[in-house]
């Protein structure tokens, strides 16, 4: 089905996107109110702080609960900002409405979970507010999406996605894999539905933070949620991937803005290369695959199996290191023609079981 949108205004200006900022979590009332009035002073559009911080393990803090909330209202009535918290419950959402917060987001947990979208759906109907939705924790495209059809069918009509990246068990620079293509592709699917960078879940550290914007900026996102601290260092959670206000400004004042509607003369003119070079690449496929299919006859009719591990090794890694060569990621090289190869694998099955 169709998302049922209506346009959400975002607040932004030419030189900067539309920004959410704040703490990982409301900690006291002293911390908050200084990082809002700090990030008001800078020019945020709209503050955010987790009431509710269910952590991986018990143990650690897990938010102050209903007793932030007032001082959410405060921030909203002494800085103007708009203010917005994570809700994970039906009862996350009757509190956090009855306080005044005007927008809500589903985190990454609570998305991977039908039962619990559900149940904020149910929560939802008949109530005119904005809801933003991260991506699951794993990479799952069509969750994503039926997680918010699920809210989209309780009447909720302003929406946006939150791209957060996805958890992967390996040791990797990214606290959370980008995987960029997917949230390129639900635009492609859904373009009318915003969609918001979280570079500070994605990168987990401080340092990532500015080039993961800058690259959320290049791909025609409409917006950041930043995680903003008066004093990260001391943060009660996330504390590597907060920022100062200061910081933040600074990193915001170096960002291009791209636009998406100035299309030149001369990026037609690459387009058309990039057309062109697309034709020439499923050509070659298309070639290659007729010579996988004489392989594959060749090896029915000398009793041959399909799978040569020898070969196939040999293939990964000989391309692996071209790709290196030619400027590009061996890893990328290396699954293109994993995927070339099972194509190849299964046009010699049809081949040898006709």
């Known amino acids: 089905m169709e998302l049922e949108l209506e346009k959400l205004t ?5 030189e900067r996107p539309f920004v959410i900022a704040g703490p990982c979590s409301a900690e006291t009332e002293e911390q908050v109110m200084k990082t809002a009035k700090d990030l008001a002073a800078k020019g945020c559009h709209m503050f955010r702080a987790g009431v509710w911080k269910p952590r991986t393990k018990p143990g650690g803090f897990e938010g102050n609960g209903e007793k932030a909330l007032p001082w959410m209202q405060q921030v909203k009535k002494e800085t103007g900002m708009l203010v917005a918290t994570e809700v994970a419950t039906p009862e996350h959402v009757e509190l956090a409405l009855k306080y005044g917060i005007d927008i809500l987001w589903i985190g990454a947990r609570t998305t991977a979970n039908p039962f619990a979208m559900q149940a904020l759906a149910d929560s939802l109907k ?22 918010m059809e699920r809210i989209n069918q309780a009447g909720i009509k302003k929406m946006a996605a939150i791209h957060r990246g996805f958890s992967s068990y390996d040791k990797k620079i990214y606290r959370n894999m980008p995987m960029w293509q997917i949230p390129i592709e639900l635009h492609r699917r859904i373009p009318d539905l915003p969609i918001i960078c979280d570079p500070s879940h994605i990168g987990g550290r401080r340092e990532l ?13 409409d917006g950041l949620i930043v995680e903003s601290h008066c004093n990260p260092d001391c943060a ?7 920022v100062t206000p200061d910081v933040l400004d600074y990193i915001l004042s ?8 100035n299309t030149t003369e001369s990026i037609t003119l690459l ?34 199996t399909i799978l040569q591990a020898a070969r196939y090794n040999e293939i990964l890694e000989k391309r692996g290191a071209q790709g290196a060569l030619c400027g590009m990621d061996s890893d990328f090289v290396s699954q293109v023609f994993e995927k070339i190869h099972e194509e190849s694998v299964r046009q010699q099955m049809e081949i040898i079981n006709k």
Request: negative net charge; proline residues 6%; contains cysteine.
């Open 10 to 14: 975002l607040p932004s200006d030419n």
């Open 126 to 147: 008949g109530i005119d507010v904005p809801v933003f939705v991260k991506n699951p924790v794993n990479p799952d495209l069509e969750l994503w999406i039926g997680a």
């Open 209 to 221: 933070v500015a080039p993961l914007c800058q690259q959320a900026m290049d791909l025609g996102f």
């Open 236 to 242: 009660w959670s996330d504390a590597k991937q907060q």
């Open 254 to 261: 170096l960002l291009v803005v791209r636009s998406e509607t």
């Open 271 to 304: 387009r058309h290369q990039i057309d062109d070079l697309d034709n020439q690449l499923m050509d070659l496929l298309s070639k290659r695959m007729r010579v996988c299919r004489e392989i594959g006859q060749y090896k029915k009719e000398h009793n041959m």
